[in-house]
């Protein structure tokens, strides 16, 4: 299956996919003059800085209830939607979240957190780290696209570079709801975390500077 190179970050769909700088982490957000762009460029960054991404990438449970639980506190309706999502590209198909396509120990399922907007509503899906690895690292951390509202398509991506991705409705695993449920009380030192750092961006990145495992510098 062909690889998906990416840049560090893509206001929106371009060409630029299949000939950006591998290797780097992406976000693909939607359009800039829709009202939630800028919102979910920082809660992109912010997780980044936060590591997680590397932590809780993989897990779309905590990833769409935290991104849910952000944008509903700055007044957008929101909800975490169950679905499942296919990966396509070069006549060879993945499935994330679809019955029987999961591994051992996992919850058969796929969520993401659905925003409606003043510009249309839109899907986002910050749990896309199993696709990562699957990909070996060259796809997207996270996804902002519109959604489709058409039947049990939810949203539908080209990617470019003969990538599509569609996020489906017909099919949700029976433990979804069960799954959100159990991992509310691990969401809350998690959610914490988040506030604590968004509140003085400046100060947590300049103690990180100063107190890495190179720094001679001392903190007073």
């Known amino acids: 299956m062909s690889t998906i190179q990416v840049p560090d970050y893509i206001s929106e769909p371009s060409s630029a996919v299949a000939s950006a700088p591998s290797g780097m982490s992406a976000l693909h957000n939607i359009p800039k003059h829709h009202e939630l762009h ?17 932590q809780y990438g993989s897990s779309c449970f905590a990833m769409a209830a935290l991104t849910a639980r952000i944008l509903r506190a700055k007044g957008y309706d929101t909800e975490v939607r169950g679905c499942h999502a296919i990966f396509r590209n070069d006549n060879k198909e993945f499935y994330l979240g679809y019955q029987g396509y999961t591994q051992p120990g996992q919850v058969e399922g796929h ?37 489709s509202n058409s039947g049990p398509v939810l949203a539908s991506v080209d990617f470019g570079n003969g990538i599509n991705v569609q996020w489906r409705t017909d099919w949700v695993g029976p433990e979804v709801e069960g799954e ?28 990180n500077i100063f107190s890495g495992p190179n720094s001679r510098a001392t903190l007073i």
């Open 38 to 54: 800028g919102h979910i460029r920082q809660i992109y960054y912010d997780f980044k800085h936060l590591g997680y991404f590397d």
């Open 180 to 207: 959100l449920v159990k991992q509310e009380p691990y969401l809350l030192p998690i959610l914490a975390k988040y506030e604590s750092y968004r509140q003085n961006r400046l100060g947590y990145l300049v103690r």
């Open 111 to 147: 969520v993401v957190c659905v925003v409606n907007g003043i510009n249309g509503n839109i899907v986002l899906d910050f749990g896309l780290g199993n696709v990562r690895k699957h990909y070996k690292g060259y796809f997207y951390r996270a996804v902002a696209c519109i959604a």
